[in-house]
């Protein structure tokens, strides 16, 4: 079974910065897209960034020059570094992955999402 769990998430005053990690674990075959959304309490969860195996990004005009997405493949690990904070950027932030898993002797698409961590943007 695949499973995204992420960390880094916290309390941080406005201006400053935090960098989110998320772990993909389990029997996986190959992680295509990363991806990293958010969701702000009363709205809908939206993109922030993505990122594919080979390195191509895509960005939320909203985060652009603030936030970089990167990955280590070797780890399965796909990281977002958040700068210049605001307080509009308070948010349960979630990652989320797909690629192809090993079912038995076959391989099958997934895709997961993790819990989410809570990042708090406040003076």
């Known amino acids: 079974q695949v499973q995204l769990v992420e960390s880094g998430g916290g309390l941080v005053q406005p201006g400053g910065s935090l960098r989110l990690s998320c772990l993909a674990s389990?029997?996986?075959?190959?992680?295509?897209?990363m991806g990293w959304y958010r969701q702000a309490p009363g709205k809908q969860r939206e993109l922030v960034a993505t990122?594919?195996?080979?390195?191509?990004?895509k960005y939320a005009d909203s985060v652009k020059g603030r936030f970089t997405i990167s990955r280590d493949n070797a780890k399965n690990t796909a990281y977002l570094e958040m700068n210049s904070l605001k307080p509009e950027y308070t948010a349960v932030y979630y990652c989320?992955?797909?690629?192809?898993?090993?079912?038995?002797?076959?391989?099958?698409?997934?895709?997961?999402w993790g819990q989410g961590t809570q990042v708090t943007v406040s003076s």
């Open positions: 990122i594919t195996s080979g390195g191509s990004t």
């Open positions: 389990g029997s996986i075959v190959t992680l295509n897209l």
């Open positions: 989320n992955g797909d690629g192809l898993t090993r079912m038995g002797f076959s391989f099958e698409h997934f895709e997961r």
